[in-house]
């Protein structure tokens, strides 16, 4: 066996954990092949004899290329971090929660991911879901290792809202068609039902232009960041007439696809039988990374 052979046979025995690392990293199938392949070049180009963690090695080379893909997708300013603020107890991350995270990479977690900005989404995947310490993620995001840490938190903090839902598919169907019904026909005691108390609408800047650019044609007001049962029930009731149930990545939700063409998606989190959040995409990327699957109704 030549050098290079010995290299691919180490390399593979990889392969199945830096995919799963670079699919929770960008949402995509074939981009983590993409980064996983740019991995093995980086490593066939390496002087991989003096490498003596290789597993760690191929990690933060994955974790490098998928931050430069998920930069080149978005324009998203990341605002800096103060490196000395403290992370909270609330903050900190639960052992036991980040199992279930790690297992609960669906359609609307991959949405709640994608509204990351990249960095925060490098350092809440491989801390949270692979347990990369912070001072390996430092160096990969171009941080310190406590400004590592508050990115990882910032995102923690967003995903608790769409992480573990529930896992019986017809259970979550019922609730969503539930929703589409009362939506339809204005139902606003029926919203309320169906809606958890706390749940969070979150719109991408691009839907919340579209609904700002169609108000006069009763399209319904959003804002990026919407909370509480009344204030959702009040902006969806009377206005999923258009709507049409559909599968995000095998899940139950919602989207509006006037020609057929899926132009806005909505993904639900559904917990202990009702919806906890719904994320509103518009963004034609971010639509293209959604597999979608139009259903009758």
Same mark, same amino acid.
């Given at each position: 066996?030549?050098? *290079?052979?010995?290299?691919?046979?180490?390399?593979?025995?990889?392969?199945?954990? $830096?995919?799963?690392?670079?699919?929770?990293?960008?949402?995509?199938?074939?981009?983590?092949?993409?980064?996983?392949?740019?991995?093995?070049?980086?490593?066939?180009?390496?002087?991989?004899?003096?490498?003596?963690?290789?597993?760690?090695?191929?990690?933060?080379?994955?974790?490098?290329?998928?931050?430069?893909? $998920? *930069?080149?997708?978005?324009?998203?300013?990341?605002?800096?971090?103060?490196?000395?603020?403290?992370?909270?107890?609330?903050?900190?991350?639960?052992?036991?929660?980040?199992?279930?995270?790690?297992?609960?990479?669906?359609?609307?977690?991959?949405?709640? $991911?994608?509204? $990351?900005?990249?960095?925060?989404?490098?350092?809440?995947?491989?801390?949270?879901?692979?347990?990369?310490?912070?001072?390996?993620?430092?160096?990969?995001? &171009?941080?310190?290792?406590?400004?590592?840490?508050?990115?990882?938190?910032?995102?923690?903090? *967003?995903?608790?809202?769409?992480?573990?839902?529930?896992?019986?598919?017809? *259970?979550?169907?019922?609730?969503?068609?539930?929703?589409?019904?009362?939506?339809?026909?204005?139902?606003?005691?029926?919203?309320?039902?169906?809606?958890?108390?706390?749940?969070?609408?979150?719109?991408?800047?691009?839907?919340?232009? &579209?609904?700002?650019?169609?108000?006069?044609?009763?399209?319904?007001?959003?804002?990026?960041?919407?909370?509480?049962?009344?204030?959702?029930?009040?902006?969806?009731?009377?206005?999923?007439?258009?709507?049409?149930?559909?599968?995000? &990545?095998?899940?139950? &939700?919602?989207?509006?696809?006037?020609?057929?063409?899926?132009?806005?998606?909505?993904?639900?989190?559904?917990?202990?039988?009702?919806?906890?959040?719904?994320?509103?995409?518009?963004?034609?990327?971010?639509?293209?990374?959604?597999?979608?699957?139009?259903?009758?109704?």
């Amino acid at each position: 066996m030549d050098e *290079r052979d010995w290299l691919a046979e180490r390399f593979e025995t990889h392969r199945a954990h $830096l995919r799963a690392v670079a699919y929770r990293m960008l949402g995509s199938p074939s981009e983590a092949d993409d980064a996983v392949q740019e991995a093995w070049l980086r490593l066939s180009r390496s002087a991989a004899d003096e490498v003596t963690n290789l597993g760690g090695w191929l990690t933060t080379v994955v974790g490098r290329v998928c931050l430069d893909m $998920l *930069r080149s997708r978005t324009s998203r300013r990341e605002d800096p971090l103060d490196d000395h603020v403290p992370e909270t107890d609330r903050d900190a991350a639960d052992p036991e929660r980040d199992v279930l995270l790690a297992d609960a990479v669906g359609p609307a977690l991959l949405v709640v $991911l994608d509204a $990351l900005s990249p960095a925060e989404r490098i350092a809440f995947v491989l801390h949270d879901m692979f347990a990369v310490p912070f001072t390996d993620i430092a160096p990969i995001v &171009g941080r310190s290792p406590t400004a590592a840490r508050q990115l990882a938190s910032r995102a923690r903090r *967003r995903v608790r809202g769409a992480a573990v839902p529930d896992g019986d598919r017809s *259970r979550q169907r019922k609730v969503v068609d539930a929703f589409l019904a009362a939506s339809r026909g204005g139902d606003f005691a029926a919203l309320l039902a169906v809606l958890d108390p706390d749940v969070v609408l979150h719109a991408d800047e691009v839907a919340v232009r &579209g609904a700002a650019a169609s108000a006069d044609r009763g399209a319904p007001t959003l804002a990026v960041e919407q909370r509480g049962a009344p204030t959702v029930a009040e902006t969806f009731a009377g206005r999923a007439t258009a709507a049409r149930p559909a599968l995000l &990545g095998g899940a139950p &939700g919602a989207v509006w696809a006037p020609d057929g063409t899926p132009r806005v998606a909505f993904a639900f989190t559904v917990r202990d039988g009702r919806i906890t959040a719904i994320d509103v995409v518009a963004d034609p990327d971010r639509l293209a990374r959604l597999d979608v699957v139009l259903l009758d109704g």
